[in-house]
């Protein structure tokens, strides 16, 4: 059983950065692959990005890329999601989730919650105009 705490989260200036950590317990951290997933009030979860086992490959929607960057430090077990550029819309409470397979799934493939098994409580994030 894999648990995942987020945080990070809080409230930053328009135009602000701010970095989302994910610490992973359970499981063998080194063979997940790690996504972030935010949903906003009323709105449906989405898929923000997710990097491979190994950290060799990444995906993001197209509404972060160019503004976020996930990376790992497997050493920690621990999954981080940088955010620059930051918009109101940006507002959300953002998830971690993890999944143990060895292959790596297509963007489309990434952004379905089934693809992955487990999930944080997840850490609110709001962006003031």
């Known amino acids: 059983q894999v648990q995942l705490a987020e945080s990070g989260g809080g409230l930053v200036q328009a135009g602000g950065s701010l970095i989302l950590s994910c610490a992973a317990s359970?499981?063998?951290?080194?063979?997940?692959?790690m996504g972030w997933f935010r949903q906003a009030p009323g709105k449906a979860r989405e898929f923000v990005a997710a990097?491979?086992?190994?950290?060799?490959?990444?995906s993001y929607a197209d509404s972060v890329n160019g503004r976020c960057s996930i990376f790992r430090d497997n050493g920690k077990n621990t999954v981080y999601l940088q955010m620059n550029s930051l918009k109101p819309e940006d507002s959300a409470v953002y998830y971690c989730?993890?999944?143990?397979?060895?292959?790596?799934?297509?963007?489309?493939?990434?952004?379905?919650?089934?693809?992955?098994?487990?999930w944080g409580p997840g850490t609110q994030v709001l962006i003031s105009s």
């Open positions: 359970g499981g063998t951290f080194s063979y997940n692959h």
């Open positions: 989730t993890s999944v143990s397979r060895p292959e790596w799934g297509t963007l489309r493939s990434l952004s379905a919650q089934t693809y992955w098994d487990y």
């Open positions: 990097i491979s086992w190994s950290g060799g490959r990444t």
